[in-house]
């Protein structure tokens, strides 16, 4: 734990008192039951919006987001310049909080790729004003200044222990219920899509010589607009689609990381907590696992390819399918073998667990739990259709073979990850007293020879008298032996974690390709119509709805796991 510059004169952290610790759950329970009725508020409003599209329009939801935002807004400004500024506002820096998938890099790219999107829907939105609600341009103008400063807000203050204030929880809490309702509406909400399917409708019908029918409303005032055959039109349109998914990821990840900054208000660290320092992402040491893990991205990429190209005609083919579930069912058995040994691993080794208290990790291990029950309950839906059917069907058993190994490979994974995130890191300063003790032995080694073509060495060393010469030698032996019995122990003990940095890099390549590969189109759990047919459109709909972007944010998620326990093996 690190003090901030402006709380030196502090005396340090002390163990919070029972007042403290009543008041901080007060206010965590207030702060609580506001971000719960904005929730439920939100969601009422996307509900009636589905159900009821002329009572309440997407215009209406956007107003009520557009209001959440501007609130948001002044309360990030307002803490930023005024409050953070004041003495004991933010005491310390948790050197523990703050996991690396959610610093720097990620977040910046999520919430670049959102401002991007926003810029595409003005950009679209202005040239179809014509059809178009004005609010379909303010909504994603104050998007962009509400990305910036939350951006800003989280990437300062993402891993610091605040001062106990009700006011900074309730703006907390309040800008998490925001971000829900954000990604609420993007996951229910699909109006682009639905214009471009019904262009491509009213082409068909046009070739087919039938009359144009008439629009339908989608939640909006207007009707369907059709985006004129312009160069400009089409890259606002295809750049939407495609940094759409960014948006759904962006939202959970701020509201992942505002968790965290929430249950830092009022906490205290004592002082036996020293902090580690910080891990560094190194490819050293490691071939096999990227080596896998580039051949699994390599031909899921080609595999999602084919299948884009095939499944986006009207009539799929079967052979697609196969292909695509067959790629899952070589991939999947390989992952969950890869995290049982990592496991087995972890159990054989002498580390020992941390028990510390960290709200980072407790919300990693809930949102890997958490999300992985989407892919799960998914594939248990499959299970009970396809048993139900017809499972000795070559695609029938494919799916079920991929359904059963699917939740097999969530589970495993979790468990190699969840252990590996509670596993004690080794002290970084004994591996730097390690290196700078071999560091030692080669200097020792090369000095004869420095001293054999330099002339000047000579006579310095003719100067040393004998006795001190003596000294001087046996200091060296003495540490020539420790390097050497540390570099035999070092090489004894360092294949266990060579294999858990293969594995851990192997399986952070997988889980990208198959994010990469729902994000981004491939949907077959719904475009093979087994288990739509059998449990109806609207039910599956519903359910794939629900499962598939909990399947999305579990795949990003883990890549952050793995890469903490790749880096802390």
Known sequence: ??????????????????????????????????????????????SSMIFNQVAITLADVWILLSILKVLCLFWIIYYLLGTSQQPHAVLYRDSHAG???????????????????????????????????RVE??????????????????TLLEACLFSLSHSWECGLMLTIATNLLLWLLAVTNDTLHMEIEAQLRE????????????????GNETALCTCPNTTICKVFQKGYILLYPFNTEYCLVCCSVLYVMWKNVGRRIS????????????????????????????????????????????????????????????????????????????????????TMKNPTRSLDVILL????????????????????????DLLNSLILSYSVLLIFQNITQNVFVIDGLHRRRVAAAAEGKHTGQAGQLTVAVELPGEQETTPSSKQENGQTPPGKEEDTKEEQNREAYTSLSYIHTYSHLSWRRRVLREISFFLVLCNIILWVMPTFGAHPVFENGIERSFYGYSTWFVIVNFGLPLGVFYRMHSVGGLLEVYVTA
């Open 271 to 354: 002082h036996h907590h020293v902090p580690h320092t910080k891990p560094k992402f190194k490819l050293q040491g490691v071939v096999f696992g990227p080596l896998l893990g580039a051949v699994a991205v390599i031909i899921g990429a080609c595999v999602f390819m084919m299948y884009q190209i095939q499944a986006t005609s009207l009539e799929p083919t079967r052979q697609v399918f196969v292909i695509y579930y067959s790629y899952y069912i070589v991939l999947l058995p390989l992952m969950s073998v890869g995290a049982v040994i990592g496991t087995i691993i972890h159990a054989l080794e002498k580390k020992e667990l941390d």
């Open 99 to 133: 996991a690396i998938w959610i610093r720097g890099k990620f977040l910046l790219l999520f919430g670049s790729c959102s401002i991007l999107l926003n810029v595409f829907q003005i950009g679209y939105s202005t040239i179809l004003i014509h059809c178009k609600s």
């Open 1 to 46: 734990m690190e003090k901030l510059p402006g709380s030196e004169y502090l005396p340090g952290p002390i163990p919070p008192t029972p007042l403290d610790r009543q008041a901080q759950k007060a206010g965590q329970l207030f702060s609580g039951l506001l971000a719960m009725n904005v929730v439920f508020l939100g969601s009422a409003f996307i």
């Open 137 to 154: 341009i303010v909504f994603p103008s104050i998007g962009i200044l509400f990305i910036c400063t939350q951006v800003l807000h989280v």
């Open 203 to 218: 082409v068909e019908r046009r070739f087919a010589g039938k009359a144009p029918s008439q629009p339908p409303h989608w």
């Open 369 to 392: 739990m958490g999300a992985a029950l989407g892919q799960i309950g998914m594939s248990y839906f499959s299970i009970v259709a396809l048993v139900a059917t017809d499972p000795r």
